[in-house]
């Protein structure tokens, strides 16, 4: 009878820890979404909540497991929740990767310009790819992905990619958000969803310092939990990082972020404007249409790198793996 139970616990975990890799849950019915810090544990391991709500009268959270950067949602009655402030958080799971990660973030908050975390430091030579999908009305740039999918084909599947998304992009992209998933859920990328706000506001005359996220008026709460409810309404699931429009913010700003939970992450390979990547860049393109000069110079660097991607020597690493790294935790 212990054998049984035992491996009916074996069969409950696996499955438990696997629906990372399976299709994220759809909310059509979100209400009372709000941040909410706790600890939350379950069949031994202890997440770390990041929100609360309900959906058609049922109590759900976002959790992040503060080892590994793994966020998921789950249904809240199957843990055990302890609330806490986001201080005696930090202080609870001090020493772990996701508020390593956190600290790192806020001990780069000065520039007005890429602010957070830029830089990784992968086991092996290879960058990290980030897209970022700003409000346009230009289609998806699918060349992106069908060419790392090809290139990688080999010795790497699905390919790690991070999408940074905006809210106004969902609502007019419905049709690319479903290409997306439908790769995702045929194994051929893993994408890494990052919050980049709602609105995405930008000023062609405003300086940076009232630019942006930064721009007078702008109301922080909005701008990141309407984007997360919006990425849970169309299934897909927010992590724990942030990408400032623009790379635009402040001292106070990157602190506002790192208060709802989120890692603010940088670049310092921004292709479109001449800035090569090194081993373990966190590189940045648009994908949303409006920047085929990046696209241009990422697909010649993946055909530069055939032969070196085909030993093995140089690979995407996923956004999670890489902050990992950089943080120095094991």
Known sequence: MKKILFSLIAITLVC???????A?????????????????????????????????GRRYLLLV??????SRTDDADGYTVNAMTMPAARKYFG???????????????????????????????????????????????????TDIIAGFKKVETPVPIALSVSGLWMRHHLQDIAWLKQLQAGHEINITWINHSFNHRVSTKSPLKTNFLLEPGTDINYEVLETEKAMLANGLLPSVFFRFPGLVSDQQLVYKITNFGLIPI???AWLAKGQQPHSGSIVLIHGNGNEPVGVKDFVELLRSKAPSIANKQWLLYDLRQIVEDDTGVQ
């Open 24 to 56: 994220q849950a759809t909310y059509a019915d979100i209400s009372s979404y709000q941040v909410y810090f706790g600890s939350a544990k379950r069949f031994g391991q202890i997440w770390m909540v990041l929100r609360k709500f309900s959906n058609h």
């Open 16 to 22: 438990h820890y696997s629906t990372n890799v399976q």
């Open 95 to 145: 020493g772990s990767v996701y508020i390593k990660a956190l600290g790192e973030a806020e001990a780069q908050s000065v520039s007005l310009q890429d602010a957070g975390i830029e830089h990784g430091i992968p086991k092996e030579t290879g960058i990290s790819l980030t897209a970022d999908l700003c409000p346009s009305h230009r289609p998806l740039d699918r060349q992106i992905f």
């Open 266 to 268: 940088g670049t310092d």
């Open 65 to 70: 497991n503060p080892k590994t950067l793994e």
